[in-house]
């Protein structure tokens, strides 16, 4: 019997590296949606599979996506769409509040077209300045200033809130840095690589003691198809990351030593908000999908460089 699944931001990094895998199974169908505003349409699967279509879309338009998703009976829906980027969001900040707004169509439409569960993108910046490490699944803080963070937040409660209320199945996925060809160049991994391949100097905020852990988007996808597929963690929530800490200034350096780069690094001042000092998730959850080791820092960044697709 045939899936057919929505995957809404399908055109942004996340989301068509997803339907890469999904379209690979003749079992399902896939229609992905994207208002195209930073995703691209040159991310979307190869023709070469004839089991989904895309259609622009605005999630956050109620009589956009009503439309569609009343004219398919969704199984699965994996909401994806989303403003993203920590600064872009801090540069625009009433924009991302409109997300709110797309969160709320699809599980309203999604409550009453029968749909069997909504996988919703959520992010490590729910877990604010945290006192505890590594972040587990259970603790969140709520003490985030950044305008990206409240709307993950509010989405997450709206997901818990439509269980109690109308039984709509879920499961928070609470992304932390994922990285893979696919990536646009305003992201930490992508941005330093860029500059890298082009000899370029590479900027690093303030000391550049900041960790984030980095995980490759094969691992990212291994896991929430697993958690589709087997029946994993539903109504619940599991970090999707690495637990391998890494200093920004030790990932540019990695990258000058991996790219053979004469790239300079130099030290701007540190970002005023938005740049947490320590970013660290407890995976216990995402190993229990996965059953493996995640791809090592070293190898992905030397996968990226062999994609050609940066430089």
């Excluded at 840095?177 to 860029?194: A, C, H, I, W």
Aim: aromatic content about 10%; proline content about 3%.
């Amino acid at each position: 019997m045939k899936r057919t699944i929505l995957i809404t931001g399908g055109a942004g990094f996340v989301g068509s590296s997803l339907a890469d895998v999904l379209v690979k199974d003749s079992e399902n169908f896939v229609v992905l949606v994207d208002d195209i505003s930073t995703g691209s349409k040159e991310k979307l699967p190869s023709k070469e599979f004839e089991n989904w279509k895309f259609i622009k879309c605005d999630v956050n338009n109620y009589a956009d996506i009503s439309a569609i998703m009343f004219s398919h009976s969704f199984d699965y829906v994996f909401h994806y769409a989303a403003v993203v980027g920590v600064q872009r969001t801090l540069d625009n900040p009433t924009y991302v509040l409109k997300d709110i707004d797309g969160i709320k169509n699809i599980l309203d439409l999604s409550k009453n077209t029968g749909v069997k569960r909504v996988f919703y993108s959520s992010s490590s910046e729910v877990y604010g300045e945290s006192m505890d490490y590594p972040q587990d699944e259970i603790n969140t803080p709520l003490n985030s200033r950044l305008p990206y963070a409240v709307v993950k937040n509010v989405g997450e409660a709206f997901c818990t809130s439509y269980k109690q209320e109308f039984d709509l199945d879920y499961t928070i996925f609470r992304f932390f840095n994922t990285y893979g060809p696919k990536q646009s160049n305003d992201f930490v991994m992508s941005r330093f690589l860029e500059a890298a391949l082009r000899d370029e100097d590479i900027t690093v905020h303030g000391e550049g003691n900041q960790s984030r852990t980095f995980c490759y988007i094969d691992d990212n996808i291994a896991a929430t198809t697993a958690c589709l597929y087997d029946n994993q963690f539903l109504n619940d929530v599991v970090n999707i990351g690495s637990s391998v800490e890494t200093s920004i200034l030790e990932l540019a350096q990695i990258i000058i030593r991996l790219s053979g780069s004469n790239s300079k690094i130099i030290h701007i001042p540190a970002r005023e908000e938005g740049d947490m000092p320590r970013r660290c998730p407890n995976t216990d959850r995402m190993h229990t999908l996965l059953q493996k080791q995640l791809v090592p820092l070293e190898e992905g960044i030397k996968r990226l460089i062999e994609s050609g697709k940066f430089g």
